[in-house]
């Protein structure tokens, strides 16, 4: 036994708890002393039968994925398991919270399993680029089949106890108790004499082998365009429960484990996983005293207001919607009424739930009402002139300690703040659009901005089921600044010879859903045009400039909502076709500026989209406006779609290899210089032969 896990026997059941907080991982120290107890309990002549419980939260939520990418300490998850299921006394699994991964195969190890009624079961593995490694891959069909076992492995989503007791991975549910209807569970099993019932030998899931086969055929041509190797080698693993002998079957899988752990796309889910985590711990957070914020004023009922009020509402926090008129607030009370109808449409929410959100919002045209809100979130138009006199306004009538957020893109938010009387209780909350959807929230800190606002907004995002981003006050703050990177590193392409289409096919093949002059036609090109309007004054005449998208706009050529933009679109159509206007204004360009155009491929598009956004991400880090580097991957991940098994900017240049980014930089810094030089932080980090994880903190 040991700081993990306890031995006690009552009344000749030996209890195993197993306390490894937060989640229980099964870290080494959690394995050993799982063997160990095991072994011990096998030998104890007064025990008759065991329990094994987690103290916490949770039943062990996994392998401790820490210890990924590291050689394993030995004994391994699927030694436990096994020694688990081959013990000559009944044992039994008592779940509560989450079982998932290597949690999940524990329980699956035992003979018997209980369930709190509100416990769920998981095999999440797929979504760190791995797959069951303890055994699940052949215990799981046993009991219930090909179809549930893949819609467990392939999803990575959990199930319901209810769920898992009617596939029969659970034997009872329990509302009372759980450790005292284990304890009873258990000793009745050893007074019936009921024997040991190894999952291994169970076979009800093989039951119609040729509706197994079928299945596995079917999943396995869905998988087959997979970017990552997991998802396959899961259905290779399924199949091969049924065909092979069990020991078979976990050697096999044991290997597919081991191929797949060290992949990049792997490392890079692992490295997704925890940078979402870690973003949340930000310097702020320290002796930070949060702000009670119980009711929100959303000022702007347009395309951000409306769903950030949503998304409030989904909290259930009440909600004072502020428009400049009757028609404005009309159109917004609509459209979010709209957003809920859909939601009911759909089966996401049930009619009464609707009522209940839409019974917290009220409208109005008055700013005073917002004079009792905790906290007031901005999204008008996107001009300073108009924000100001509206951040005019709140100044006059917030109560003191409200907080004053501002959904703005681009703009100066210390301007902003320096025009107010309580610039401390100014701070950015920038969400993307869906604001409904999207999970992304930009956490702006301005230079006077109070540690606790900052720390309160991390606290809220938590609520609003948002991941949160902290990102200093710069043009575009992290997202936005590596978008203008990504797009201008497009942009000279396109100057040079490629397409908008074989440039969007290509970061489509990259990962990305859609490529940037999909994106640009989705979201409008007026937005990103106003930005370079107002940078107009400031640019640099000596900086290469492409005026491509100027042209297009220069023709009312705005994307979808227009009808054109980079792409034709018939009416109603979302799906795009090649423009040879556009081309010929893309030919004009070139002639004019004396440029023969030239073949790109698809990796050197790739290369140089990648390059630039990782490049811009390290000029972030040496201003100090992003923390890290994970936090600009999270950025990307969760806000621009960013293919999450790459990680991100920052963990593709990683995997990539700094040296062979920072060499293609160079390679291109005679097109334009202010744009590729690599930032000095490269040539630092690999002359300490370091990477950008290294900047990580932990
Ligand atoms: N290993 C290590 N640390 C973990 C962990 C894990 N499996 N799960 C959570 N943590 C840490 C997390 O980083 C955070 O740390 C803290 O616990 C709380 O987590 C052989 C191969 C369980 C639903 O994929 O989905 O088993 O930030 O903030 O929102 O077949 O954590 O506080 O320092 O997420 O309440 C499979 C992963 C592993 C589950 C709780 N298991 N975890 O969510 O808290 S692979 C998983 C989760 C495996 C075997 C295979 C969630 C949660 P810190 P949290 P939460
Ligand atoms: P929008 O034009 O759809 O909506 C703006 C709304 O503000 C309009 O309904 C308008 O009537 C209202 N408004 C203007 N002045 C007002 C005032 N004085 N009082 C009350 N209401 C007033 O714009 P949007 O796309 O929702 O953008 C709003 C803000 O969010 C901008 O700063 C924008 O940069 C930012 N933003 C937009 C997106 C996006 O994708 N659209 C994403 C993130 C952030």
């Known amino acids: ?13 030996a209890v195993l708890t197993i306390s490894h907080p937060p989640v229980n991982a099964l870290s080494f120290s959690v394995r050993s002393g799982l063997l160990e107890a095991v072994e011990r309990a096998d030998a104890d002549p007064t025990v008759r039968s065991v329990l094994i419980r987690a103290a916490g939260r949770t039943f062990p939520a996994g392998a401790d994925v820490r210890e990924f990418g590291k050689p394993r300490a030995k004994p391994i998850l699927s030694t436990v398991v096994a020694r688990i299921e081959t013990l000559s ?16 195969e524990i329980a699956l190890g035992a003979h018997y399993r209980l369930a709190a009624r509100s416990a769920r079961f998981g095999l999440p593995e797929v979504g760190l680029g791995v797959l069951p490694g303890g055994g699940g891959t052949q215990r799981v069909p046993r009991l219930v089949g090909a179809g549930p076992a893949l819609d467990l492995m392939l999803s990575g989503k959990p199930i319901s106890a209810e769920k898992a007791r009617e596939l029969g991975l659970v034997d009872v549910l329990v509302d009372g108790d759980l450790e005292a209807e284990g304890l009873v569970f258990a000793r009745n099993l050893a007074e019936k004499g009921d024997p040991p019932r190894p999952t291994r030998d169970r076979r009800e899931g093989f039951a119609d082998p ?3 086969q079928a299945e596995i055929t079917a999943r396995r041509a869905k998988v087959a365009g997979s970017p990552i190797e997991a998802p396959r080698k899961i259905v290779d693993c399924v199949e091969a429960a049924m065909l092979l002998p069990f020991e078979a079957g976990i050697a096999m899988e044991r290997a597919a484990f081991d191929d797949c752990e060290n992949s990049d796309g792997a490392r890079a889910l692992r490295h997704a996983f925890f940078a979402e985590r870690r973003a949340a711990k930000v310097p702020e957070l320290e002796g930070a005293s949060l702000r009670e914020v119980n009711t929100i004023g959303v000022v702007g009922a347009g395309t951000m207001g409306t769903g950030i009020a949503v998304v409030c509402l989904d909290a259930g926090i009440p909600v004072t919607l502020v428009e400049r008129d009757d028609a404005g607030l009309i159109r917004g009370v609509e459209r979010i009424d ?13 009619a009464a739930t609707r009522d209940a959100r839409m019974g917290l919002l009220t409208g109005t045209t008055r700013m005073e009402d917002l004079d009792a809100v905790d906290l007031v979130i901005e999204a008008v138009f996107e001009e300073v002139s108009v924000k100001e006199a509206v951040f005019a306004q709140l100044d006059q009538v917030m109560k003191p300690g409200a907080i004053l957020a501002t959904n703005t893109s681009y703009l100066d938010i210390n301007a902003l703040a320096a025009t107010i009387s309580r610039p401390q209780d100014v701070v950015g909350y920038h969400f993307f659009s869906p604001a409904n959807i999207m ?10 901005t109070d540690p606790d606002v900052v720390a309160t907004g991390f606290a809220l995002a938590r609520k609003l089921r948002k991941v949160p981003v902290r990102a200093g006050v710069t043009d575009g703050f992290i997202g936005n600044r590596i978008l203008a990177a990504y797009r201008l590193a497009a942009d000279f392409m396109l100057e040079d010879g490629a397409t908008p289409a074989q440039i969007d096919a290509a970061m489509r093949d990259y990962g990305f859903p859609v490529g940037p002059y999909q994106v640009l036609d989705i979201a409008g090109l007026d937005i990103s045009w106003a930005r370079r309007k107002r940078l107009a004054a400031t640019r640099n005449p000596a900086h290469r400039y492409v005026a491509i ?5 220069e023709r009312g050529w705005l994307g979808q ?4 933009g980079y792409y034709l679109y018939e009416a109603g159509s979302r799906v795009g076709t090649e423009d040879p206007e556009v081309l010929e204004i893309i030919a004009k360009e070139r002639a004019a500026k004396g440029i023969s155009p030239r073949d ?7 290369a140089r989209c990648l390059g630039a956004m990782a490049n811009e991400g390290a000029r972030l880090l040496e201003e100090g406006v992003a923390l890290r580097p994970s936090d600009i991957d999270v950025v990307l991940l969760f806000g621009y779609g960013f293919p999450r098994w790459r990680g991100g900017p920052m963990m593709a240049a990683d995997l990539r290899g700094l040296v062979t980014v920072e060499s293609e930089l160079k390679s291109w810094i005679k097109e334009a210089p202010e744009f590729w030089t690599p930032a000095p932080l490269w040539d630092e980090l690999i002359k300490n032969g370091r990477h950008f994880s290294d900047l990580n903190g932990d």
């Open 1 to 13: 036994m040991n700081d993990h896990v306890t031995y006690e026997v009552q009344d000749g059941v």
């Open 89 to 104: 006394k009944p044992v039994v699994a008592a779940v509560h919270g989450t079982a998932l991964g290597g949690g999940f």
């Open 210 to 212: 040729a509706a197994y």
């Open 338 to 350: 709209a957003i809920y109808e859909r939601s009911v449409a759909k089966g996401r929410i049930d």
């Open 439 to 448: 999970k992304l929230l930009e956490i702006v800190v301005a230079d006077k």
């Open 549 to 553: 998208g100027d042209h297009l706009c």
């Open 561 to 564: 909502k227009t009808g054109r």
């Open 600 to 606: 790109f491929s698809a990796e050197e598009i790739q």
